[in-house]
Nanobody
């Protein structure tokens, strides 16, 4: 069964950090470009970051650049999104997804990504 499972979300104060994980099962993650998206209440899903399968090229939305870092550990079949200096506007459900396209395609479009996880809630609040 092909599955992506996100974890690592939670409640954090502004300025805090979280690391999200995206664990794959039923397929090997190294063949896919991995994207991280988020969706806040009442807003459209937004592409946050992605990392290519071809050479590890990364992309970050302007809103998270210099604060978030995307990575992948193909040996563990897992991708990560390290988030620092979190802000209240980062509050959202975060999803990981896979794309068969080997390179980063900008803008990140949900339709280019096939398999999706169930999401993990990130809440930034004091």
């Amino acid at each position: 069964q092909v599955q992506l499972v996100e974890s690592g979300g939670g409640l954090v104060q502004p300025g805090g950090s979280l690391r999200l994980s995206c664990a794959a099962s039923g397929f090997t993650l190294d063949k896919y470009t991995i994207g991280w998206f988020r969706q806040a209440p009442g807003k459209e899903r937004e592409g946050v970051s992605c990392i290519s399968s071809s050479d590890g090229t990364t992309y970050y939305a302007d809103s998270v650049k210099s604060r978030f870092t995307v990575s992948r550990d193909n040996a563990k079949n897992t991708a990560y999104l390290q988030m620092h200096n979190l802000k209240p506007e980062d509050t959202a459900v975060y999803y990981c997804a896979t794309s068969p396209h080997p390179t980063v395609v900008v803008p990140m479009v949900s339709g280019n990504f096939g398999s999706w996880g169930q999401g993990t809630q990130v809440t930034v609040s004091s």
